[in-house]
Each structure stands twice: as C-alpha cells, then as structure tokens.
C-alpha cells in the first residue's frame, strides 16, 4: 500500500459543529503532517507528528486539535470553526527526515471543507 | 532556513510546444528537491524528486527537471505538452538529514492552450 487516504473527502459544517478529519496510512511512516491549502495558495504547514509525538505546532488556533493514536492514524478534531476556515486540508506522511534514505512526502488527496 | 523561488505564477503555452517552469531555491545546507502537481480539485502527487546522484532527473510522463547546485536552481522542463498538463505545479525544498519540514514554493499555474 503506497497511499496516504484522507477521509471524508467533502466536508459541510456549520460553525457551532464538532466534526473529524481522519488519515491513514500503511507505509511504515513515522512523521506525519497537516496542511491546509487555501485556492490558488501553497500549502501550509499546521501540525507535524513525529513517532507519534507532536513536534511542530505552527501556531494554529485551538479550534483545531490534532491527534495521533497510533502510527498509521492522524485525525484533526475540529470544533468552533469560522467561514475563514474553509479549505482544502491535506494530510501527509513520509519516512523519518533524518533517516540517509528519504523520498519526500505522500500527500493524501485532501477533505474540501466548508464552514457555514 | 530554505527558500523557494517560482518565479512566474502563470505560464500559458500552446499544445505540444516546450516548457520551463522556473525554480530558485536558497539554503545555506545540502537540500533535497522536489516538483509536485496538483490537478483541479486534487491533492497534490509527487512529479518528481533530486535525492543525489545525477543531476537530472525525469518522470514517467515526460517532464524532467535538473539540479543546478551553482545557481541554485531546479527547473522543470517538457519538450511537447498536452492539454492534460494543465495543472498547479509546486516546487519544494527540505534540507538533507534536518527535521525541517518541505517548504514550498508559491506555485506555478500551467495552461496548456489547444
């Protein structure tokens, strides 16, 4: 398996809502990464999960609270979101940076959500 | 810290005529160098990468890109391109052995015009 699959791929939710955005991945990754993409934007870094283990958190509001149970899973827990935040929110993996051997990141295909 | 440069943000061509999209990156460390696509709607899959070795290096699909550590430079190239090339192109830079995340470029949007 040499995927990266986000799920869901469309996503609804009014600014009141709790709701879930869910990767995974069967690679053997330990590092993995949210990003959120605005349209005609680069993708910008939000979190990244090494070993399961946060370690870079880019400053993003605590309306978003990512989680890592286990290395092949990277959820991203969203609760009180704004209109500002719709995007198209991709998720990433890759093997250890620090490793001789790395091949760069697998992208996921992204959840498009949309807060109203 | 690494730097990406694209320098033109659109880029219209003509059905199978050439293309560069032009790369510039900056990093005071031996850096890794990637080219990404993203077509409509999509996430973003990997065109190609430099890890070492030659310094050219291609894609199934035709395009190539070579590594040029004087000027710093990683453009991408397509001698004859389709309609099915329109796309986003994002370059990225991470650097060797580091724990920095890739950065990327700004993006270079691709319209191949029949």
């Known amino acids: 398996d040499t995927e990266v699959t986000q799920t869901p791929k469309h996503l609804v939710m009014g600014m009141t809502n709790k709701k879930s955005l869910k990767c995974e991945q069967h690679m053997g990754h330990r590092a993995m990464y949210w990003y959120k993409q605005k349209a005609k934007k680069p993708p910008e870094l939000m979190f990244v999960y090494s070993y399961e283990k946060l370690s870079i958190n880019e400053s993003v509001p605590s309306r978003f609270s990512p989680e890592c149970p286990n290395s092949s899973l990277l959820n991203l827990h969203l609760h009180a979101l704004q209109p500002e935040d719709s995007a198209l929110y991709l998720c990433?993996?890759?093997?250890?940076?620090?490793?001789?051997?790395?091949?760069?990141?697998?992208f996921g295909s992204g959840t498009r959500l949309t807060v109203v | 810290a690494q730097s990406v440069t694209q320098l033109d943000s659109q880029v219209p061509v003509f059905e199978e005529a050439p293309v560069e999209l032009r790369c510039n990156y900056s990093?005071?460390?031996?850096?890794?160098l990637f080219w990404y696509v993203q077509y409509p709607n999509q996430g973003l899959q990997l065109l190609l990468k430099?890890?070492?070795?030659?310094?050219l290096v291609e894609s199934i699909n035709g395009f190539e890109a070579e590594f040029n550590k004087s000027q710093t430079s990683f453009h991408l190239r397509k001698p004859s391109v389709h309609i099915s090339d329109t796309a986003e192109y994002f370059c990225?830079?991470?650097?060797?052995?580091?724990?920095?995340?890739?950065?990327f470029g700004k993006g270079t949007r691709l319209s191949v015009i029949a």
């Open positions: 990433a993996s890759s093997q250890d940076p620090t490793l001789d051997r790395w091949y760069g990141y697998t």
């Open positions: 990225a830079v991470s650097p060797r052995g580091g724990n920095t995340p890739l950065v």
């Open positions: 990093s005071s460390v031996s850096v890794y």
């Open positions: 430099y890890l070492s070795g030659s310094t």
